[in-house]
């Protein structure tokens, strides 16, 4: 089998067994994570006076940049959150780490 095969096998599997497999808790984890995290990023918006997020990228280009800014810099904290429990996961069912692997778990 080259290389390849071997590789994209190894991946399609990791995906499969994943639901089922060791830290399976994470794929209910992750997305309570990132509920919490907008619900409290919009209850904190909220109290701060401050308009709908995405009513406003759609139609203040003037405060488009700086909210698109804060927003990237609130997900980036979930993405971590999901890079560390993929890289747990990893090390302890691989006992190496495939960064591939890994932003594809977070990304989906």
């Known amino acids: 089998m080259s290389e390849i095969q071997e ?3 190894r991946f399609w599997d990791q ?3 994943q639901p089922s497999g060791p830290l399976a808790f994470r794929l209910i984890l992750q997305p309570i994570m990132a509920t919490i995290f907008a ?11 401050r308009p709908l997020y995405t009513w406003t990228i759609l139609t203040d280009p003037a405060q488009r940049a700086g909210y698109l800014r804060e927003g990237l810099k609130r997900v980036s ?3 971590v959150f999901a890079l560390v429990m993929d890289a747990i996961y990893q090390f302890l069912v691989l ?3 495939y960064p591939g692997e ?3 778990t977070i990304v989906a």
């Open 15 to 17: 995906l499969i067994a």
């Open 95 to 97: 006992r190496w780490f």
């Open 39 to 49: 619900i409290r990023d919009g209850l904190k918006d909220a109290r701060a006076g």
């Open 102 to 104: 890994a932003l594809v």
């Open 77 to 79: 904290r979930v993405i």
């Open 7 to 9: 590789i994209l096998t």
